[in-house]
């Protein structure tokens, strides 16, 4: 083990060398010179930490997330696209008039009722036809003739709500076109209800008052749609003209042959009218711009990959 060594230090020069017996005075500047003893080495200070083996300690909160897989890519342009339907060509769905409901639920009521009126006239039919080889029951007679009698008022009250709830859509549909024009109906309300609703004269004003409000607006679909309902209304109407007149001469005889017939031929009239009542309704709501147009066609347009 090693002695400590003293040194002596000029406080003037501020050096220091290793102590020797005899030197008082710093050979630099001749200050007198302090001698020091050494210092006792300071232990360093040191902090010991503990830590749990690595098998020991807990998982790390949270999952690990995924290493990223490789950047997606294409490596051809793609030939799809977006729908991209232009903002001044969509129409915005006004929602279903009060009306053009009232129309519809009663065009299904008078289908169903003119429906089971055809169907009753064709059982009294069948039965005048079998009652020529072989003899029917009273009550079935009756029965059937009240069945006929039954269906038939129920018919015409159905036919009668139908024509009236047609008469104010049309008012309505007036109504809408004009002001989306900028004007006022010129006609008054009863007149355009009394070319609706009037029996005959509405095969030819019924389709006038339509396209007098139409004709504000350039739509070649909706005229598309007029024009068929016109055709199918005047033909309705026709049937039915010639089965009241055939069923008025057929009361004036005694033939049976023609009391069958007219029979005949108001079931074929009943069923007629419940079939274009049922086709009548989609064209409505089409008219009214409460159906969806099936002949839209999106555009498309390519988007950078």
Known sequence: MTAPVNFDVCPSCRIQAPHR??????PR?????????PRAPRRPLLKWTAHRPRE??????GPRRPPPGPTPSYAYNPGWGLVDVPASATTVVDPVPATTSALTRSMTLTCLVLGATAVVHGARYAIAVAN????????LDWLSSIAVIVFGIMSLIAVIVTIISFGRWVREIRARHFA???????RRPWIVTAFVVTPLVNVVGAPWMLHE???LASDERGARLRQRLAVAWALVNGVALFTFGYRIAAWATDSLQVEADALALVTLSFAV???FARWAIVRI????????????????RLVAA
């Open 213 to 215: 409000a139409a004709h």
């Open 56 to 61: 020991a300690m807990p998982a790390p909160r």
């Open 29 to 37: 500047c001749g200050g007198a010179l302090v001698q020091t003893a």
């Open 21 to 26: 017996d005899g030197r008082t005075v710093c």
């Open 285 to 300: 709501e089409r008219l009214a711009g409460t159906a969806s147009d099936d002949d839209a066609t999106p555009t498309r």
């Open 273 to 275: 009218s419940a079939v």
């Open 132 to 139: 020529r080889t072989h003899p029917i029951s009273t009550w």
């Open 180 to 186: 989306a024009a900028g004007y006022v109906d010129p």
